[in-house]
């Protein structure tokens, strides 16, 4: 049995590969958020690792939700990784600054994808979005439901107002505090934004995978969440900086940072 990096009562972090680790451990994760190596820089550890999919897809269950952070280009490089996992939605992190180069013929980037992907029946997947709060409470409300010319005219649909709505796809991601002053990670996602994901695919006392754990912070989300999570790291260096974060995580400012 591999021995983690670190370890507390709610989450793990192991360091190396994740396509050689996980044949190494004995876990039973729901779901897994991951935020793969784009592919798309020079950058040393921005590599594609070819088989992660794969490798994730052995220790999931028969139905299972997979959210992978990705650009438009990177999926569809690497499209045939996911081919046994059917697509399911969308949502879209809005950055406040943008990247990538200065160059006068693109459109500065301000964006990045998170896709989600699942496999077994839709119906017996754990699905959780913290719903947007609105000014507007209508109560219950009745109305005439647009039928279709084989249904029966004048079909009733009632619907309670509790003054949420289900979030949006472009907005439910949006506006997340930056977080490269921290220097933890060089593609760290907010904490906000992984709090979205492992809240949505994972049931409360559940266990979400990341393979590719950075500066911990899916490891982070799953312990403000009441999840339970493990994660690998290729690099030490990340790794150390993640269990530091780890250890000495002030929970509240993190989680209102």
Not at 68 to 78: E, K, P, T, W
Not at 95 to 117: F, I, Q
């Amino acid at each position: 049995m591999l021995e983690p990096y670190f370890a507390d009562d709610t989450v793990q972090l192991y360091l190396g590969d994740c396509r050689d680790v996980l044949p190494l451990l004995d876990i039973a994760p729901v779901a897994c958020v991951a935020d793969p190596p784009y592919g798309e820089t020079a950058n040393e550890w921005d590599t594609w690792p070819n088989g992660w999919v794969d490798a994730v897809s052995t220790v999931l269950p028969q139905s299972a939700s997979l959210w992978c952070f990705g650009s438009a280009r990177m999926f569809l490089d690497q499209r045939d990784d996911f081919r046994s996992w059917k697509f399911a939605q969308e949502a879209l992190w809005v950055k406040r600054n943008g990247t990538g180069p200065t160059s006068r013929d693109r459109l500065v980037k301000l964006h990045e994808w998170a896709y989600h992907w699942y496999r077994g029946r839709w119906s017996d997947l754990h699905h959780e979005w913290e719903r947007e709060r609105v000014d507007a409470n209508k109560g219950t409300v009745r109305k005439l439901a647009r039928a279709a010319e084989h249904q029966r005219d004048g079909r009733q649909n009632a619907w309670t107002d509790d003054g949420t709505r289900q979030p949006r796809s472009v907005t439910y991601l949006i506006e997340a505090p930056s977080v490269r002053f921290q220097k933890r990670h060089p593609d760290e996602k907010p904490l906000a934004v992984v709090e979205a994901l492992v809240r949505e695919c994972t049931p409360e006392g559940g266990l979400v995978l990341d393979p590719f754990a950075g500066s911990g912070s899916t490891l982070l989300a799953a312990r403000l969440l009441g999840r339970r999570a493990v994660g690998i790291e290729l690099n030490e260096e990340y790794a150390e900086r993640a269990a530091e974060r780890l250890a000495t995580a002030d929970l509240f400012s993190e989680a209102t940072s």
